[in-house]
Each structure stands twice: as structure tokens, then as C-alpha cells.
């Protein structure tokens, strides 16, 4: 059973930036693939960021592209999403998932394709 655990949310003003991390356990980590969904208030989770198994691919939603970045330190079981020029409208839930992959290239975008979750973490933006 993998769990996920994300850290660094807060509150920041538009215009700055947090870290975002996940650490896993459990299973084997470089064996999954990662994302980032995130759920503002009153509406539905979506979609943020994915990286691949071995971490050479990424992919984003188009409203955070250039601004967020996500990485992978399979050595530290742990994924991250660096969050550059926030704004109010970035404010969310930001929630981890993981999926066991036989591929390495490839990444997943979808909610129903990952397996597991975090609890969340809360990113505010204010204006």
C-alpha cells in the first residue's frame, strides 16, 4: 500500500512562490508515476502536472504551464511542484497521486488513472 504525503502549502502573496512536497512510501518508488490535482472551492479537481516514471517527462495543464514545475527524487521517495508567479486564482487543495506504471515514458493526466492520494495540502493566494 503506497501513502502520500504532502507538505508546503501556505499562504503567499500573488506574484510568489512555494515548494510543493510528496513524500511516499510503500511500494517501489520509481516504478510509479506522479501528478498534481489540485481543487478550488466550489469546484472540481483538475488537473495540474505529471511527470513520467523516470522522471525525464513531465506534462501540465495549460493555466500553470511555465510557472509550475514538477520534479522527482526517487532516492528520497519524494515529488515535488515548484510554484513561480502565483496567482489568486492558483488558490486550491493541492493533492499527490501515484500509479503503478510498467512504462517509463509515460504519464497520466486523468484522475481516474491514479491510484493513490494524498490528503492535501492548502495553497492560498492572496491578491
Known amino acids: 500500500q503506497v501513502q502520500l504525503v504532502e507538505s508546503g502549502g501556505g499562504l503567499v502573496q500573488a506574484g510568489g512562490s512555494l515548494r510543493l512536497s510528496c513524500a511516499a512510501s510503500?511500494?517501489?518508488?520509481?516504478?510509479?508515476?506522479m501528478g498534481w490535482f489540485r481543487q478550488a472551492p466550489g469546484k472540481g479537481r483538475e488537473f495540474v502536472a505529471a511527470i513520467t516514471w523516470s522522471g525525464r517527462s513531465t506534462y501540465y495543464a495549460d493555466s500553470v504551464k511555465g510557472r509550475f514545475t514538477i520534479s522527482r527524487d526517487v532516492a528520497k521517495n519524494t515529488v515535488y511542484l515548484q510554484m513561480n508567479s502565483l496567482k489568486p486564482e492558483d488558490t486550491a487543495v493541492y493533492y499527490c497521486?501515484?500509479?503503478?506504471?510498467?512504462?517509463?515514458?509515460?504519464?497520466?493526466?486523468?484522475?481516474?488513472?491514479?491510484?493513490?492520494w494524498g490528503q492535501g495540502t492548502q495553497v492560498t493566494v492572496s491578491s
Open positions: 497521486a501515484s500509479v503503478y506504471t510498467y512504462y517509463r515514458e509515460s504519464y497520466y493526466y486523468r484522475e481516474h488513472e491514479y491510484a493513490y
Open positions: 510503500g511500494g517501489t518508488s520509481s516504478s510509479y508515476a
